[in-house]
């Protein structure tokens, strides 16, 4: 036996040539009580995209510990759709239970510390009842360069000499300078 019924009085009304008929019923309300989608994604961790956060060359502790104070301070609206978030020896993947949400958090983190999307792909792809399910997967690298790192470009390996907000200054094997600003460094990491 239930401890709260709930009664609803419905009216249905009609017309019948010249005629109007209206009925009143009073009927019990069956109560389910379920979680919304948003919050069964939570609770079940379940989610529809991942975000693979990685450094160039490496993301350093300082920056995870950075970007997990970031998603803390979103806005609920947001972090309601973080499932979770994993820390690993290469970065962080976070879980986001809407693959909108996941760019629009990608695109956040990029432009928040200085990055961009390495590559966007579909993963864990499933038959169901609904059809074929898959999971977003969104690699961001976020640039971690300090001076006296050894960077990668092109298969070829440079010392950082000196970095500021616009570019980088990188010798070569030889000790020869060049720099390069951090739009073309992308086009160069991009274009692997």
């Not at 998603?71 to 909108?100: C, H, Q, Y």
């Not at 898959?134 to 470009?153: A, H, L, T």
Request: hydrophobic share 40%; with cysteine.
């Amino acid at each position: 036996e239930r401890e709260h019924r709930m009664f609803a009085e419905v009216r249905i009304s009609g017309r019948v040539e010249d005629i109007e008929l209206t009925k009143t019923y009073i009927v019990e309300v069956d109560i389910i009580k379920k979680l919304c989608p948003l919050c069964l994604a939570q609770k079940t961790k379940s989610y529809e995209a991942v975000i693979q956060v990685r450094g160039y060359p490496k993301l350093s502790h300082e920056k995870i510990r950075e970007i997990k104070r970031y998603i803390e301070v979103l806005p609920e609206t947001i972090k309601n759709f973080i499932s979770d978030i994993e820390e690993s020896k290469w970065g962080i993947d976070i879980k986001v239970a809407s693959k909108n949400i996941a760019f629009n958090l990608a695109n956040n983190l990029i432009k928040e510390y200085r990055g961009y999307i390495a590559g966007v792909s579909d993963e864990d792809i499933r038959a169901s009842a609904s059809g074929r399910f898959s999971k977003k997967i969104i690699s961001v690298r976020i640039f971690d360069i300090k001076k006296n790192d050894v960077i990668e470009i092109k298969g070829s390996k440079y010392l950082v000499d000196k970095i500021d907000e616009k570019e980088i200054v990188i010798r070569d094997r030889n000790g020869d300078k060049e720099i390069i600003s951090f739009d073309e460094l992308i086009k160069l990491l991009k274009r692997k």
